[in-house]
């Protein structure tokens, strides 16, 4: 009969959702432990202005911080090399403290497609699953061509490894800029069930690099390191008190 194939189709559409996959179930526990703790980051930045040659045009070592207020989220710490004048410090900060704070900072389960993550690799101490970033950001990234993968331990339940690559160039700031390379590689320390820290509190090792070319402009790369999960400041941005960052 006629109907079948369309009845077919149209059962299939109303069992999508029931059928939709899940998250494995030790990645998805580890997911949810980490959104149960501070849900930003701050981080040392090394920002370097290369010339067609491949010479450092211009070199700082910055430093930023989401849960200070607006206009103390961002630190110059070394221009060139050498701690910055007040003169370098004050120009250089009040114009990186004056952009508005950036909404983009997403949780993790707005980000990635866990629903898919599909298993790498095994140990009997931990999993490493490859997990896609979710096409609704394909706006912003060229998201087939990044590769991001997690590794979960067995024990605690928690993330505690992250690595990231690209699989060729891609284009972002809508075409404006191509990120040549990316290389990712996060460590967070296991913290065995019993003991008071939580993953929230866990220390992070190791940084990420960027190197990105813009359409008009120099080439930049971009390092990152010393990691600290914080809590996102919610107050007034000319508010001076600051919260307290994790360790």
């Known amino acids: 009969m006629t109907f079948r194939p369309l009845l077919l189709l149209t059962l299939a559409a109303a069992l999508a959702p029931a059928l939709r996959a899940a998250p494995p179930p030790l990645l998805d526990e ?19 202005t290369l010339l067609d040659d491949g010479s450092v045009k211009e070199e700082r070592l910055e430093r930023f911080d ?3 207020p607006d206009n103390q989220r961002w630190h110059l710490l070394e221009m060139n090399g050498k701690p910055p004048t007040e003169e370098q410090r ?17 949780p993790l389960d707005e980000l990635f497609d866990f629903d898919s993550a599909t298993l790498v690799s095994e140990t009997p101490q931990a999993a490493t699953y490859a997990v896609a ?10 998201v087939d061509k990044l590769t991001v993968d997690f590794t ?20 972002v700031a809508l075409g404006l800029a191509k990120v040549t390379d990316l290389d990712l590689d996060l460590s967070f320390r296991s ?6 820290s939580p993953p929230a ?26 990691f600290k999960r914080v809590t996102r400041y919610a107050g007034s941005g000319s ?9």
Do not use: C
């Not at 580890?30 to 370097?48: I, S, T």
């Not at 009040?94 to 909404?103: L, Q």
């Not at 913290?191 to 008071?196: K, Q, T, Y």
């Open 201 to 226: 509190e866990q220390k992070t090792s190791g940084s990420a690099t960027m190197v990105m070319s813009k359409v008009v402009g120099a080439k930049m790369e971009y390092t990152w390191s010393d």
């Open 152 to 171: 979960v331990s067995k024990q605690t339940k928690v993330i505690e490894h992250v690595t990231a690559g690209l699989n060729e160039p891609m284009k």
């Open 90 to 106: 004050h120009q250089w900060q009040d114009r990186k403290n004056a952009k508005p704070r950036k909404a983009s900072n997403k």
């Open 66 to 68: 989401p849960s200070l």
């Open 133 to 142: 970033v979710k096409p609704s950001f394909a706006h912003l990234v060229a």
């Open 191 to 196: 913290v065995p069930p019993g003991e008071s």
């Open 30 to 48: 580890a997911v949810h432990q980490w959104l149960a703790g501070k849900d930003d980051w701050a981080f040392a930045q090394r920002a370097r």
């Open 239 to 247: 508010d001076n008190a600051a919260a307290k960052t994790g360790n």
